[in-house]
Each structure stands twice: as C-alpha cells, then as structure tokens.
C-alpha cells in the first residue's frame, strides 16, 4: 500500500535543515562535549500516535477516530497538542491510521498548522500501521528523530510540566553513556481512585536511588503477583513495589527507542518492550527509568468509563489551564462564560422557563433547553435541541442532537445527529452512535448500545469459518440481509439503529462487550485479597487459605512457571521438570496435571489482558502460547486417555466463554495442526463426549460441525488411499 506524508513547505525545509544538521552533526563532531552541546540545542521532538490499534470505541469509531471525539466539546487530539506545546515540544510527528484523512483535515484547519504555530506538526499516514511498533520502525527508517523525544498517544489528557523528567532522562544519559533508554511518567493515585481503571493498573518495583525499573506488571485478572527473584539480589541497596501510581501513558525516549523496535519485529506495544528492556537488561545493557509527580493532572481516554471520569476532570478544573472557558484550541464558536458550580454556557445558548444547570455542566453554542429541565454532571454539544421535562445526569449529548421532551438519560453517550423521541429512557451506560433515532416512549436498559451499522458487519471476520463452503457464505450472507432492518421492540415505533448490546446478567457475550466499551472499573473487593496477604490474627501462620485445596495452588504454581517461561525464555525440558516437581509435591494425578495445564494455557490470554477481548484477539495471542508450548503439551499428552482429558478441559473452557465460541475451531484446528491432539481422539470426543445440554449445544456449532465433518472426509480419504 501507499503511504502519504504531508508536510508543509515551511516544514518541509525546517525538517530538511533539521535533518543536515543532525547527520553533519553527528560526523563533525569531533570535540569533547560536542555531542552533549547539539543534544542541548535540538529541538524538543514528540512522536504523536493518533491511532489506539484496537477497538475499544466501536461502534462510535466507525464514524469518527477516536482522537478526533469531542471530550469537553474539544477533540481529544487538541488537548494532546496543547499539553506537548506547553511542556516546550517544537517538532511534533502525528501518525495517523484508522480515518486518517478526517485526522490530517482537523489538523490543517487546527492552530497547529499555522505559521505562528510554535509547535510544527507534520502529518503522516499509512494504511500499514498496525501498532505502535510499526509507527516507531517507520520512524527509525525516515530517521526522523535527533534527540530525545517524548511518545505519546492522542487520546491522553495532561497538564503535567514534564521539565524535571526530562532533565533526569538527559542527566542520566551523560552520566551513563546513554544506558536509560526511556522514562515512564506516573502520577501518585490511590488503589481504587476513579481516574484509574483497572485495564492499566500496574505494579511497578523500582531503584529507590536511581528511579530504575526493576519489575513492571499490569495486575489486572490477577490475583496472585509473582517477582523475579534477580529484582531482590540487584546491587542495589533500597528498593520499592509500589500500587499507588497510575501510568499517564507518557514516555521520554531516547532516538535508540525506535532502533530498538526495528531490531526486535516481536515489539508491538509499549508494554513489549518495556517486559522486553527488563528481560534482557544484563544483555542489551539499557535501562528504563520513571519519574513519579504528586502534581498535575495526566490520563489516558481509554474506555468510556475513563471518558466520563476525564470529561468530569475537565469541567471540575482538575486540568487547569485547560478548561472550557479557555478556548486554547482559539476556535470560532467554542467560547463561553463561566460561572459559579462550574457551570458553562456558551454563546447563543437560551434556557427554558424553570429550568435548573446544578453543578458542573457545560453547553455548547446555540444549544437550545427547554422548560423546567434539570441538568447536572453533563456536557451539551453545539446547536442541540433539549426538549421540556428532561432530566441530564452524567450525559455526554455531542453536537447537532434533538432531544424530545419527557427524555431521561443517565451516565450515557449521545453522538452527533442523534434523535430522542418523546418519553425515552436512557438507563445508565447507554451509547447511541451517530444518525440514530429513538423512540417514542421506549425505555433502553443498562448498557445498550444503538449504531446505525448493523452488528455483522463486525462480526462476519469473526464468524466466518474458513471451513464454510462457498454457498454456505453465500446464505449466511442472505440470512444477514433479510435481518437488517430496524426492530421497533429494541428502538421504538420512529426508531432507526441496531442493536449492539443488551446487557442481561445471563448473557456473558454482552458483559463482555460491555467491559470491552466501558472498560472495567477498580472496585477493590475486600473478598478477593492476594492469599499472601497478612493474616489478622498475628497467630496465624502465613499460608494459602483453606478455600485454596491442593488444585488449585497447583494450577497457580503451573500459571507462575508458565508466565516466568516466557519472561526468561526458560527450555520446555526445565518447564516440565518444575511442573513435574509440583505434581509430586501437591500429590497430583497425571489426568488433573493434563486437564489444569489446559485450562491454564487457554485461560492466559483473559488472565493479561482481561475478559474484554475479542475472539479474534483472543486467538491472535493464544496461537503462538499454543507453538511455544506445545512440547510441554505433548510431554503429558500420549495415551489416547490423555487426549480425551485434554479434550474435556478444552469442553469446561468454551462452555465458561461462549463469547468466545468464534474462536474454538480456530484454537481445536490449530492443537491438532501442532499434534497436541490427535484426528482419531478429537472425533471419539465429538460422537461420545456430550453428556449435558450445555455440551450438545456446543457441538452443534456451525463451524465445530464443519471442523469435523473435514476430519472425516479427511480420514475416509486415507483409509481410501490406504486400500
């Protein structure tokens, strides 16, 4: 595919001149302290990544990038640019995928590409970008970068002055001759705080002296931490494991950071290769440091329930000087006038007889209320129409939106264009997405979400098996056709949408949906404390509880030298011999060993990165744990016995996760790919293994019955071949 690189003309020759003089620098260089004096004079670069690589906002994003989503009736990427203006960044790199043309006409018409910017921003496109690692080799091959430069995402929301990180960062670099590769900005938070979600929870063990990493762990799904033990036997003489600090997603780096994207393809996220700078530290001797602030404000907008916590930040003047009154982004028509309560009106805003703004509320330009509504703890876009008799709380209504009369709507999202007809309720973590109408009197219960694009268009990837025939696709595409259209049971009489999700404490693919676009709040939950912690009796000995039998420990110890396998790249042979250890010691049958080393290696990808994924994301990181781990499979898995032990853990899993029910025959084709299991057993299992209704159901998934039937053809065709 193509890629696009805009710049200006007055950009294009600044980044010329800039680029000659970093190359005749770096050859001319030949007194002591040259090198160290240009680092000083180069300007302040940062890498913006306006792209998230997933797909926590669909089906919001699928009209608009989500650094382009108003937050305070600003979009997310201006606050981006405005906090790296302020911190004294000149040179800005905005990589945009996903829409990147409605990114790159934002920023044209933005202040930051006027002459008088004091930031030059050029924008660069490419439909390849799939993660951040690809942006940072594509960096490091247009050697774009001179110095150190600050990375970020376009999403994140910050007023911290990053000035003292950035002089640690450079005084450690001369003093260590460039060892510190990057440091990490945290900001003191406590456990539980609602600026911190638990997607990003970490825990971090650092040098108390020098601010070193030693350990980095996202904690979420776990309930049992794990350290190396090289962090306790470090030279050094004081360190800390520390909770209370929330990642701002803001990282200065040295120009060596893209280099090392480029030498390690298995890079793809920050978080790879900060896991992969610890690993290899003794080898590749560079060093990752973090600087910790009490003051300031930083957060990244990475689910809904971090929307409406940032969006409250804002409006509450936690972000000051970034407040709605400021105008910073210098736009026609986003003025307004402050007032007591955090109330904010903008211009040509008109408000109905009786109506009340409690505390905290911003609305947009030209926005019409009607009478006797009440409004608190929420934000109104430009030229809205509110109805009478409307109650706003927490509700985040975006521009162009006509809200009928008689309307509730709590803790919910309302794109751009929508129509709420009379007598709607909207239950709390609402989303309709843009051009949706709803209603008449019609209540959406909690969690529902409305988009014009009809929900298999999402899910055909997914869907889809690639043991499905030809004219099999082709019904299955008919049958989605007959189905789109509107259902006035889901949006009302004058409704037009489909629905995306109806949350239902029985239907675990809504949940999961719902934490995927929520994302999932850190609720500390006194019932869930790691079993290491301190007992309350002082006479109490420290040891697992009662609740944890033999198994169960023994499935966490088989987790624990799993995790650190991959950490340290330990051989198959030590693994299966600490496994076997653990057998004996916790008097374990081979058929449990079998079925608990199953579950633990299906379970990993939810165990890292939460219950939230996609069956795509979830296969896309089980299949290469499946490769890795295959011998230490096939070390237990002999005896025809041992594959139908195998097989009904596999059976236990999916019927826990029938979210995930897309990605079982692409997981079950790939462990007889790998000869984990064998075409005889997997058939054997099929024919005789269903024993409850949940099992039968199971096996009358369309794509399972197309796996087997393709094994039976296939074993007919050898016995054939055979004879």
Known sequence: MTQLVFVSTCESNMAARGAKQGR???????????????????????????????????????????ALLPLGNVAMVDYTLEFLTSTGVQETFVFCCWMAGEIKEHLLRSKWCRPSSPNTVHIITSEQYRSLGDVLRDVDAKSLLRSDFVLIYGDVVSNIDISPALHEHRH???????????????????????????????????DSKSQRILHYQKTQGLKRLQFPMNIFHNRSDEFEIRHDLLDCH????????????????????????????????????????????????????????????VSSDVV???????????????????????????????????????????????????TN??????????????????????????????????????????????????????????????VLAYNVVIGP????????????????????????????????????????????VFNPAEVGACGKGYIWKASSLDDTEDEEISQC?????????????????????????????????????????????????????????????????????????????MQILTRVVLEYPLQQQGPQLTPSQYVALLLPLLKKWAPVFKN??????????????????????????????????NMYQLEILEEETILRWFSQGATTDESRQLRKNQGLQKFIQWLEEAEESSEEEGD
């Open 24 to 66: 005749s620098g770096a050859v001319l260089s030949g007194r002591k302290g040259a090198d160290e004096q240009e680092e000083e004079e180069q300007p302040l670069q940062a890498v913006l990544v306006a792209d998230s690589f997933n797909r926590r906002f669909f089906p919001v994003t699928k009209d608009q990038p989500r």
């Open 636 to 669: 237990y898995v002999k005896r025809a016995q041992d594959h139908l032990d195998c097989l009904s853990a596999f059976e236990e899993h999916f019927l826990e996760q029938e979210s995930h029910w897309a990605a079982m025959v692409k997981v079950l084709m």
């Open 250 to 309: 803001i990282s200065i780096c040295s120009p060596q950071v893209a280099e090392l994207f480029t030498d390690n393809f298995d890079y793809q996220s920050r978080d790879d290769f900060v896991r992969g700078m610890l690993v290899n530290e003794e080898i590749l001797d560079n060093q990752i440091h973090m600087h910790v602030t009490k003051d300031g404000y930083g957060a990244r907008v990475s689910n809904l329930l971090m929307y409406d916590s």
């Open 316 to 366: 509450r003047r936690w972000v000051y000087p970034l407040t709605p009154e400021a105008n910073f982004v210098d736009q026609k028509g986003l003025s307004c006038t402050y007032s007591r309560h955090n109330v904010y009106r903008g211009s040509g805003v008109s408000l109905g007889h009786g109506s009340q703004m409690e505390e905290n509320v911003l609305i947009g330009s030209d």
């Open 172 to 206: 450690r670099r001369k003093m260590e001759k460039n060892v510190s590769v990057m440091t990490m900005i945290f900001k003191e938070s406590s456990p539980g705080h609602k600026s911190r979600c638990e997607e990003d929870d970490v825990i971090v063990a650092m």
């Open 441 to 484: 009197n019609i209540s959406l219960t909690e969690g529902t979400v409305v988009s014009m694009h009809h929900p298999d268009e999402e899910e055909e990837d997914d869907d889809d098996d690639e043991f499905l025939s030809d004219d099999a696709a082709v019904g299955h595409s008919k049958d989605k056709t007959k189905l789109k």
């Open 369 to 430: 209320i009607g009478a006797n509504c009440y409004i608190c703890n929420s934000v109104i876009g430009n030229n809205c129409t509110i109805g009478d008799n409307v109650t706003l709380d927490h509700a985040y209504i975006w521009n162009n939106v006509h809200v009928a009369s008689n309307v509730m709507i709590s803790q919910s999202l309302v794109c751009d264009k929508v129509e709420i007809k009379e007598g709607v309720k909207l239950n709390r973590r609402c």
């Open 517 to 593: 676009l929520w994302g999932l709040v850190l609720n500390p939950d006194p019932e869930s404390e790691s079993e290491d912690s301190e007992p309350e009796d002082p006479d109490d000995p420290v040891i697992p509880s009662p609740e944890l039998d033999d198994v169960k420990v023994f499935q966490l110890e088989v987790l624990g030298t799993l995790q650190r396998g991959l950490e340290e790249n330990i051989s198959f042979d030590n693994l299966v011999l600490e496994i076997n250890s653990l057998k004996y010691a916790y008097n374990i049958t081979l058929k449990e060993v």
